[in-house]
């Protein structure tokens, strides 16, 4: 009390703008939330170097500043002490956050750690804003409200079936040019499509199940029906895992409310079922042959990768979102494609674990471990209708669970993980809630004095409400204020990323259509201003190294290895363009180097080979020879080894 009293003393306007928001207030920040999540699924800009992730990172960060100003409010009094769901909820994301802001600050290449992978975009920057939406999900949704969220969720889902449809009949309106598989939507990949598809579809589900209307049970089930149908066409099955996931919940709860005995009988056929679809997807079982997909195999190459980094690294991780640049030298020996590299663990845990070590990992599966306890209790707790709808979020939120076993955390796609782990907070809170104001009374112990009780709590409301009224009435003009002031201060961040990306995409293809003299002057132009931006400069260097311009490409791979002293490309570059111009004795510092970042690329030690007998370095020449037939005795590389030195 006394505590409380001296913060009122000390800090009175914060006191006073600290409250829960007006009903109004809520809905307008759900909206806020949902339209930023339909807008990242959907979001691309085919103008940008980067069409799809870098226009979703963008929408994803301008919504969550609005929101962080328009719930002011609510976040103040959440500073104060809260008891339950809410409570741990909130600090179990703070230590994630503050995990994140550890390791991004110690990570080598900050503008990876900030922005992201090239391509990618799942620096801290996104994990933060997605942190914000989860953080006022759980604050602004309630079980009323969560079919808001529901609806938001599968009409993107459907959205995205739609444009599925048109990829189907070549009607694209984009034009993407991809030749394996066409159904990349606006997610750039058919895996997040697939994934995206499958985990909207329990939403879809859910609506469909709730539906009291004949004509509403149909739509819901015309939707579900081509969403499936899309995500089949997509040729991954990671979304349909999810899916039988989160629907099977869903009906062994509906089962449950209809029959109790029906329901845990239900349960131990869904246990007893679902064991041999499990292990069909490690390649185990009869159900193997239909279920299985190879590509889990490259991924195992990647985890086992990530454990060596972790084990290398093990408090503060590579950095954030660098995995590809340390990729090349963890890999094991003998992959499943020899030579394929990649930048992401293809597993959101094992990414995590990698990049960002205990200090995000531990907080981030705790997190997810509360709000997964939580679900659960509000689940078991809840009745009727409440605990159908509780049921099909837990069943959402536990099928991505699932999904990002094997999925990178696309930002289309994960947007939705982080709200979904927002309103489930909320919903196991509001039962919390409801219990504790409505327990169970036995009708034959009425009293005078429980009426009366009755009549102050609803005066005391009431009164609560008038303030709360008078709150809104003064205060929510500083939260339009804060939230318009964080969106232009994100604008003056952001814009100018996404103008150097559209104007390295019109120099990639020309569009200006300059001449020669005009196009170097760009080159060197967009060189300028991209000095702290080592990704576009690598792009930039391989511009000018085509454009022939080789000592501007010097220029800037020597910027780009001052900025990420192990970047690949850094000293591939200058590798090849020295090799080009017939300088073998500049070329084999890069290419040594190369052997230190990449161990068993074997095309770069035959290259180097090349490159010392050509300065006379025989015996060095000799040693990677037999480096390359003690490692992979046989192979091509070997063969080609052995004809340059018997040469």
């Given at each position: 009390?006394?505590?409380?009293?001296?913060?009122?003393?000390?800090?009175?306007?914060?006191?006073?703008?600290?409250?829960?928001?007006?009903?109004?207030?809520?809905?307008?920040?759900?909206?806020?939330?949902?339209?930023?999540?339909?807008?990242?699924?959907?979001?691309?800009?085919?103008?940008?170097?980067?069409?799809?992730?870098?226009?979703?990172?963008?929408?994803?960060?301008?919504?969550?500043?609005a929101v962080l100003g328009l719930a002011l409010p609510a976040l103040i009094k959440a500073r104060y002490p809260l008891r339950g769901s809410q409570g741990l909820a909130f600090s179990a994301l703070g230590l994630f956050v503050g995990g994140l802001l550890i390791a991004t600050v110690v990570t080598d290449v900050k503008y990876t750690a900030i922005f992201g992978e090239y391509h990618r975009n799942n620096g801290a920057l996104s994990y933060l804003a997605m942190s914000i939406l989860m953080l006022v999900s759980a604050l602004t949704f309630n079980l009323k409200s969560s079919s808001r969220y529901l609806f938001f969720y599968a009409t993107a889902g459907l959205f995205l079936t739609a444009y599925g449809f048109l990829q189907a009949a070549g009607k694209d309106p984009v034009g993407w040019k991809i030749d394996y598989n066409p159904f990349i939507t606006t997610l750039g990949n058919p895996n997040f499509t697939s994934g995206f598809l499958g985990l909207s579809g329990i939403a879809i589900f859910l609506l469909l199940i709730e539906a009291k209307e004949r004509k509403t049970q149909v739509a819901w089930a015309i939707g579900l029906i081509t969403n499936l149908y899309i995500l089949k066409r997509s040729g991954s099955i990671q979304g349909?895992?999810?899916?039988?996931?989160?629907?099977?919940?869903?009906?062994?709860?509906?089962?449950?409310?209809?029959?109790?005995?029906?329901?845990?009988?239900?349960?131990?056929?869904?246990?007893?079922?679902?064991?041999?679809?499990?292990?069909?997807?490690?390649?185990?079982?009869?159900?193997?042959?239909?279920?299985?997909?190879?590509?889990?195999?490259?991924?195992?190459?990647?985890?086992?990768?990530?454990?060596?980094?972790?084990?290398?690294?093990?408090?503060?991780?590579?950095?954030i979102d660098r995995f590809g640049e340390y990729y090349r030298q963890y890999a094991i020996q003998h992959q499943i494609v020899q030579g394929q590299t990649t930048d992401n663990a293809h597993s959101v845990y094992m990414q995590l674990l990698a990049t960002g070590g205990l200090v995000t990992f531990i907080p981030y599966l705790t997190l997810i471990a509360f709000i997964t306890y939580a679900g659960f209790t509000a689940l078991m707790k809840s009745r009727g209708s409440a605990k159908l709808r509780i049921g099909g979020i837990l069943g959402i939120w536990l099928g991505t669970l699932a999904v990002n076993i094997v999925a990178i955390d696309n930002i289309g796609v994960a947007v939705w993980f982080w709200i979904t782990g927002g309103v489930l907070v909320a919903v196991s809170t509001n039962s919390e809630e409801e219990?504790?104001?409505?327990?169970?009374?036995?009708?034959?112990?009425?009293?005078?004095?429980?009426?009366?009780?009755?009549?102050?709590?609803?005066?005391?409301?009431?009164?609560?409400?008038?303030?709360?009224?008078?709150?809104?009435?003064?205060?929510?003009?500083?939260?339009?204020?804060?939230?318009?002031?964080?969106?232009?201060?994100?604008?003056?961040?952001?814009?100018?990323?996404?103008?150097?990306?559209?104007?390295?995409?019109?120099?990639?293809?020309?569009?200006?259509?300059?001449?020669?003299?005009?196009?170097?002057?760009?080159?060197?132009?967009?060189?300028?201003?991209?000095?702290?931006?080592?990704?576009?400069?690598?792009?930039?260097?391989?511009?000018?190294?085509?454009?022939?311009?080789?000592?501007?490409?010097?220029?800037?791979?020597?910027?780009?290895?001052?900025?990420?002293?192990?970047?690949?490309?850094?000293?591939?570059?200058?590798?090849?363009?020295?090799?080009?111009?017939?300088?073998?004795?500049?070329?084999?510092?890069?290419?040594?180097?190369?052997?230190?970042?990449?161990?068993?690329?074997?095309?770069?030690?035959?290259?180097?080979?090349?490159?010392?007998?050509?300065?006379?370095?025989?015996?060095?020449?000799?040693?990677?020879?037999?480096?390359?037939?003690?490692?992979?005795?046989?192979?091509?590389?070997?063969?080609?080894?052995?004809?340059?030195?018997?040469?």
């Open positions: 009390m006394v505590n409380l009293l001296f913060r009122e003393l000390r800090y009175p306007n914060v006191m006073k703008l600290a409250r829960v928001l007006t009903e109004v207030e809520a809905k307008k920040v759900q909206s806020f939330i949902l339209f930023g999540g339909v807008f990242t699924t959907l979001a691309i800009w085919t103008k940008l170097e980067d069409p799809i992730n870098l226009p979703k990172m963008f929408v994803l960060v301008l919504s969550a500043a349909l895992f999810g899916f039988l996931l989160g629907a099977g919940i869903i009906v062994l709860v509906k089962i449950w409310l209809i029959n109790r005995k029906y329901g845990q009988i239900g349960l131990v056929a869904a246990l007893i079922a679902g064991s041999p679809i499990g292990l069909a997807v490690i390649n185990i079982g009869p159900l193997a042959s239909k279920l299985y997909q190879g590509t889990l195999r490259n991924r195992l190459d990647y985890w086992q990768a990530a454990l060596s980094m972790f084990k290398d690294h093990p408090i503060i991780g590579v950095g219990q504790k104001e409505n327990p169970p009374t036995n009708s034959n112990t009425a009293t005078g004095n429980s009426s009366f009780d009755q009549k102050i709590a609803k005066g005391k409301q009431a009164k609560a409400k008038k303030k709360t009224k008078s709150y809104a009435s003064t205060e929510f003009p500083i939260t339009t204020i804060l939230a318009s002031v964080l969106v232009i201060l994100t604008l003056i961040v952001l814009m100018p990323i996404l103008g150097k990306s559209q104007s390295l995409n019109v120099l990639k293809t020309n569009g200006n259509k300059l001449d020669a003299n005009a196009y170097v002057a760009e080159l060197n132009h967009q060189v300028l201003n991209n000095q702290g931006n080592p990704q576009n400069l690598i792009l930039l260097a391989d511009i000018a190294l085509r454009q022939g311009e080789i000592d501007l490409s010097y220029q800037i791979d020597a910027r780009i290895r001052e900025l990420d002293p192990r970047s690949f490309y850094g000293h591939y570059l200058p590798a090849i363009a020295n090799e080009a111009t017939s300088k073998p004795a500049e070329a084999t510092k890069f290419r040594e180097k190369l052997v230190e970042l990449d161990p068993w690329n074997t095309s770069n030690i035959v290259q180097l080979i090349k490159d010392y007998l050509a300065v006379g370095q025989k015996a060095k020449a000799q040693a990677l020879g037999n480096l390359i037939h003690k490692n992979y005795p046989g192979s091509q590389s070997d063969l080609d080894a052995s004809a340059l030195l018997a040469g």
